[in-house]
C-alpha cells in the first residue's frame, strides 16, 4: 500500500471512528474503484458501525460511504435503506439552444466542472443523454455548481437542481450471449469484450478489474449471478448465472453490458 492509500485508510478510520464515538451518520467524498477497494480492505479495521454505499442512482461507480452508529439503523431502514438521506444531489445540464449545441462527451462535462476549481471527489458519476447530463455531486456543491456551470466548451448550457428520484436515466447496455468453459472472470471477460483471455490476464493480474467495486487480481475467480464487473479500459457490464451446459460441457452465459 503506498503513502496515497495509506493516507485514505487512515481518513475512513477517522470518519468511522468520529461516527462511533459521536454517535451521528458521517459520509465519505466520492470514491472511485480503487478507493472502495481499499475501502473494502480495511473492513476489519473498522468500529462495529453500520456501513453503507451509494452513488445516487443503481449501478453507480464512483460511491459514497455512510458510516452509520447503531442508534441510527432504524432511521436508516425506513428511508429505502438509508439513500435519501446521502447528502447528494443531483444536477441536470441542458443547452440553453439546442440547434446550436455541439455534441458533448463525458470528458467535455467533467472538464467544464474541474475548471470552476471543484475537486473531483465532490463529484460522481456523469451521465450523459443526446440532449443533457446528469451530474451526481455533494449536497453542498449543488447550489455552486447550478450558479456557476453555464458553459460546456463552447455551448451556453443551463445547470438545475434535480429530485434524484426524478431522474430519467436508464443506463444504455446490449446483451452479449455465448459460451465458455467455466464462470472464471478471464473466461467471462474475454466474452464480455470479444477479446481472447490471454489479453485479459495482464489487466486482472494488473489490478484493472473490479467485481462489485472490489479489486479482483485471481483470473481464476468464480463470477456469482448479478455480479457488476468494471474492466478500466474496457467498459463494465452484469453478469447473470449461466442457463445451461452444451453437450461439451460449456456454459451458455448472458451479459448485460454497458454501452
Known sequence: ?????????????????????????VYSDFLNLWELHIYHKTAEEFPPIRREVFGGYEFAERQMVAFLPDALSFDWEESDAGRGTFPIQCLVVRPRNEKFT????????????????VDRSKIGDILTEPSCAYVMCQEKMGSFLARELSRVRHTPVMTDICQIDQISYTPRTETVSGTVPSVRLDAV???????????????????????????????????????????????KFRFCAPEGQTRKGRYFTTLERFI
Request: aromatic share 6%; no cysteine.
Open 1 to 25: 500500500m503506498n503513502r496515497e492509500d495509506e493516507l485514505l485508510k487512515r481518513h475512513l478510520l477517522d470518519l468511522a471512528n468520529t461516527a462511533y464515538m459521536r454517535q451521528t451518520a
Open 102 to 117: 455541439e455534441t458533448l462527451s463525458h470528458r467535455d462535462y467533467l472538464g467544464a466542472i474541474l475548471n470552476l476549481g
Open 189 to 235: 471477460i474475454a466474452l464480455a469484450f470479444r477479446v481472447s483471455r490471454s489479453k485479459m490476464t495482464p489487466l486482472i493480474e494488473g489490478g484493472k478489474v473490479f467485481v462489485n467495486g472490489r479489486l479482483i487480481t485471481s483470473n481464476a475467480y468464480l463470477l456469482r449471478d448479478q455480479d457488476l464487473v468494471s474492466v478500466r479500459g474496457y467498459g
